[in-house]
């Protein structure tokens, strides 16, 4: 498992059904080590505190492995890491495979799985598909949240381990209780 890019991006306004809406969804690589704050990561912010970001959404992951089904879902569309609006582009770390509660170390920063990714419209807006949002969930390709549980610095390229945690006391105890 590792990052394969780091993700940020500044809040804008876009025009949308007649309407202004400020929107960070629009995130590019960036290079180097990035500084992993409690909130989120160095150059990146969130728009609207209400429903994005905060202590249990700090960075968003989301699979590398589903670019290749995007892409053919919107027509082979050139998608750049960073596309769905996501911090970290990783690779190995699925969503059936990740729990909520799995703690990571990536770099010098260690982050705790807080739950799975429920868009909103902006993702519409990103791709000038309001039907993306619904497709979306439906394909369960929708990444995960972070929260931050040591802030350190990440870059791309750099291992994801799962560091033990509550899973391995989790099976310790069911194999204390079978015996």
Request: glycine share 10%.
């Given at each position: 498992m590792k990052v394969l890019s780091i993700n940020a991006g500044l809040p804008r306004e876009v025009q949308s059904l007649a309407r202004t809406v400020t929107t960070s969804i629009f995130k590019a690589p960036v290079a180097g080590r990035i500084a992993v704050r409690r909130h989120n990561i160095d150059g990146d912010r969130q728009s609207d505190l209400s429903v994005?970001?905060?202590?249990d959404k700090a960075v968003y992951v989301y699979p590398a492995e589903h670019y290749a089904f995007w892409r053919a879902w919107l027509g082979d569309e050139v998608l750049p890491w960073g596309a769905f609006g996501e911090n970290l582009s990783t690779e190995g770390l699925l969503e059936d495979t990740t729990y909520i509660g799995d703690r990571l170390q990536i770099g010098s920063?260690?982050?705790?799985?807080?739950?799975?990714?429920m868009p909103c419209f902006k993702l519409g807006i990103r791709f000038n598909r309001p039907d993306i949002v619904k497709h979306f969930l439906q394909s369960g390709r929708t990444g995960f949240?972070?929260?931050?549980s040591r802030q350190g610095e990440v870059g791309a390229g750099d291992a994801v381990t799962l560091a033990q945690g509550w899973r391995d006391h989790f099976r310790k105890r069911l194999r204390e209780l079978g015996e």
């Amino acid at each position: 498992m590792k990052v394969l890019s780091i993700n940020a991006g500044l809040p804008r306004e876009v025009q949308s059904l007649a309407r202004t809406v400020t929107t960070s969804i629009f995130k590019a690589p960036v290079a180097g080590r990035i500084a992993v704050r409690r909130h989120n990561i160095d150059g990146d912010r969130q728009s609207d505190l209400s429903v994005h970001g905060g202590a249990d959404k700090a960075v968003y992951v989301y699979p590398a492995e589903h670019y290749a089904f995007w892409r053919a879902w919107l027509g082979d569309e050139v998608l750049p890491w960073g596309a769905f609006g996501e911090n970290l582009s990783t690779e190995g770390l699925l969503e059936d495979t990740t729990y909520i509660g799995d703690r990571l170390q990536i770099g010098s920063a260690e982050f705790l799985v807080t739950q799975p990714r429920m868009p909103c419209f902006k993702l519409g807006i990103r791709f000038n598909r309001p039907d993306i949002v619904k497709h979306f969930l439906q394909s369960g390709r929708t990444g995960f949240y972070l929260s931050v549980s040591r802030q350190g610095e990440v870059g791309a390229g750099d291992a994801v381990t799962l560091a033990q945690g509550w899973r391995d006391h989790f099976r310790k105890r069911l194999r204390e209780l079978g015996e």
